[in-house]
C-alpha cells in the first residue's frame, strides 16, 4: 500500500472513531473564526481541557474582539489563568484582538492570518481548518510526533512534516488531520508507552521508534492472561 493510501485508510478509520472518543480536543471551539484564533493561541503548551475553559471564561466576559481589546490585561490574566504563560499569552491577546477589532475581521489567507501579532503558522493553520474549512494541515508536536510514528513521514521539523502531509493527504481529508492525529495522542498514541495492543490504525502503522520489545511483551502477556 503506498503511503498516500496507508494515510487516507488511517483518517478513515480516525474519522469513525471521532464521534465516541473522549479525547479533550473535542472540546476546543470549532467554527466562528475569532473563538477559534483565541482557542489556538491559549492552547500553546496548555491540556485542553484548560484552554477549553478559559476560552469559555473569556469568551463569556468578551465576546468580540472588540470587547476584548477593551478589557484590562490583569481581568484578561485572571480569566485565562492557569494556560500556560498566561500572562505573556493575555499581552498577547490584547494586541491580537485590537487587531482583529480594527480589520473588523478575522483574516481567511495564510499570508493574512501570519500577519496578525503572535500568530505562527501553526494557529494559523488551524483557523483555516477550523473556522474556515479550508484543506490546511496544522502541525504541532502531536501531529509531527505521530505522523512520524506512524512511517508516514521522515522529518525533523514541523514545516517538513506539514509539507509532506500536504503531498499524501488529500484536499477533502487536510483539514481534519490535526484534530484526529490529535485524538489519537490524546487515547492511543501516547508520547511515552503508546497503546500499541489496542490502536484502532495498529495495522497501519509501522510504528517507528516505538520500542517494540515493549510492544511485544504487552502482546505476549495479553495472550497468556486471555
Ligand atoms: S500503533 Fe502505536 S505507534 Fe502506531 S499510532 Fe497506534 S499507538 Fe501510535
Request: hydrophobic letters at 40%; aromatic letters at 4%; charged letters at 25%.
Amino acid at each position: 500500500m503506498t503511503e498516500a493510501r496507508r494515510a487516507v485508510a488511517i483518517a478513515r478509520i480516525l474519522d469513525r472513531e471521532w464521534a465516541s472518543s473522549a479525547a479533550p480536543i473535542k472540546l476546543l471551539p470549532r467554527r466562528d473564526p475569532f473563538t477559534v484564533l483565541v482557542g489556538a493561541v491559549l492552547s500553546t503548551r496548555t491540556q485542553d481541557a484548560v484552554t477549553a475553559a478559559a476560552v469559555r471564561r473569556l469568551m463569556a466576559s468578551a465576546p468580540s474582539s472588540a470587547r476584548l481589546s477593551r478589557m484590562g490585561l490583569t481581568r484578561l490574566r485572571r480569566l485565562i489563568y492557569p494556560v500556560g504563560f498566561y500572562r505573556t499569552k493575555a499581552r498577547q491577546l490584547h494586541l491580537l484582538a485590537r487587531q482583529v477589532a480594527h480589520l473588523r475581521y478575522v483574516p481567511n489567507t495564510l499570508e493574512g492570518l501570519l500577519e496578525l501579532p503572535g500568530v505562527g503558522r501553526k494557529v494559523a493553520n488551524v483557523v483555516l481548518a477550523e473556522a474556515f474549512g479550508k484543506p490546511a494541515v496544522a502541525v504541532d508536536t502531536h501531529v509531527h510526533r505521530i505522523s512520524n510514528r506512524l512511517g508516514l513521514v521522515q522529518t525533523t521539523r514541523s514545516e517538513q512534516t506539514e509539507a509532506v502531509l500536504i503531498r499524501l493527504i488529500p484536499k477533502r481529508l487536510r483539514g481534519r488531520w490535526n484534530r484526529l492525529i490529535v485524538s489519537l495522542g490524546q487515547t492511543y498514541c501516547r508520547p511515552v508507552r503508546p497503546r500499541c495492543r489496542e490502536c484502532p490504525v495498529g495495522s497501519l502503522c509501522l510504528k517507528v521508534g516505538v520500542d517494540l520489545r515493549e510492544y511485544q511483551s504487552c502482546q505476549s502477556s495479553a495472550r497468556t492472561t486471555r
